[in-house]
């Protein structure tokens, strides 16, 4: 169940008759301001251009989640390569939540655009694909992994500055409609074409991470390493590397955490 404490974006999906194309839609502006809040309260700060960069990523990732089935989730990186930055957002249906953030620091170079797309189901093994781009236009840099490795079409319309609509393609798609499609017609689309309601799925910024959650990434450190962290302070500063949220760690703490770890891994 979605947080109280936080607001909910409904995304609603219809089927174009006639068309065989799947409409997702939905207004961030909850999403937007919970994405805000988060990043004050951990003190990120990151550029304007790449602040709306990132809105624009969580967004298309939402449509695309709500898009698709519900027991998938999904993790994008778009990896840029002048000036190099990585954008990610994660997300998922069940429970609808997204998160992410910008990295600039130690970024990869691939000596090109790179869009990582990596989605996971219940009882089945991590799906990864790789799609260079071009540009910096997050929507094109979509649509353009749509065509490379979903390989069909898929336009995302800025219906209104936070209202946002993506149209992806469905067997035996009307595909010479759908890649005409303009931001005038997408005005108009309830009136020019048949639309039937699928779903309403609710999303809230959320990663779901925690002290506690990221305690593998201080247990992979040796007991020297761990002391260097750590120095003469008892708390530690863990940073999520999906959200950028800031995390005080305890070693008191953390390391009841690695001994019963270590009994559960102890096959004896």
């Not at 409409?23 to 709306?52: G, Q």
């Not at 709500?66 to 957002?89: D, I, K, M, Y």
């Not at 500055?161 to 005038?184: F, H, K, N, R, Y």
Request: glycine share 4%; charged share 30%; proline share 4%.
């Amino acid at each position: 169940m979605p947080d109280s404490n936080s607001s909910i974006v409904e995304v609603r999906t219809h089927f174009v008759r006639s068309r065989n194309a799947l409409v997702a839609r939905a207004d961030f502006e909850p999403l937007y301001i919970d994405y805000y809040l988060h990043r004050a309260d951990h003190n990120l700060v990151y550029s304007t251009e790449h602040d709306s960069m990132l809105k624009d990523m969580l967004a298309a990732l939402t449509l695309h989640l709500a898009s698709r089935p519900q027991e998938e989730t999904g993790g994008w990186t778009l990896n840029f390569h002048e000036p190099r930055v990585n954008l990610f957002a994660t997300g998922a249906s069940r429970p609808g939540r997204v998160a992410g953030r910008v990295f600039t620091d130690d970024v990869r170079d691939f000596g090109k655009n790179m869009f990582i797309c990596q989605t996971t189901r219940p009882q089945q093994p991590p799906v990864q694909s790789m799609v260079e781009f071009e540009g910096k236009d997050i929507f094109r840099a979509v649509e353009h992994y749509y065509v490379q490795s979903e390989q069909r079409l898929a336009k995302i319309f800025r219906y209104s500055d936070e209202d946002l609509v993506m149209i992806s393609a469905q067997p035996d798609c009307d595909e010479e409609w759908l890649a005409g499609l303009t931001v005038e017609d997408i005005h108009e689309l309830d009136k020019k074409e048949k639309l039937s309601l699928l779903e309403r799925r609710k999303y809230i910024w959320e990663c779901g991470c925690s002290s506690e959650r990221l305690y593998p990434m201080l247990a992979r450190l040796s007991n020297e390493d761990l002391d260097h962290a750590f120095g003469s302070d008892e708390f530690i500063t863990l940073t999520c590397p999906r959200c950028g949220a800031r995390h005080r760690a305890a070693r008191e703490q953390f390391e009841a955490w690695r001994e019963e770890h270590a009994k559960h891994m102890d096959p004896g």
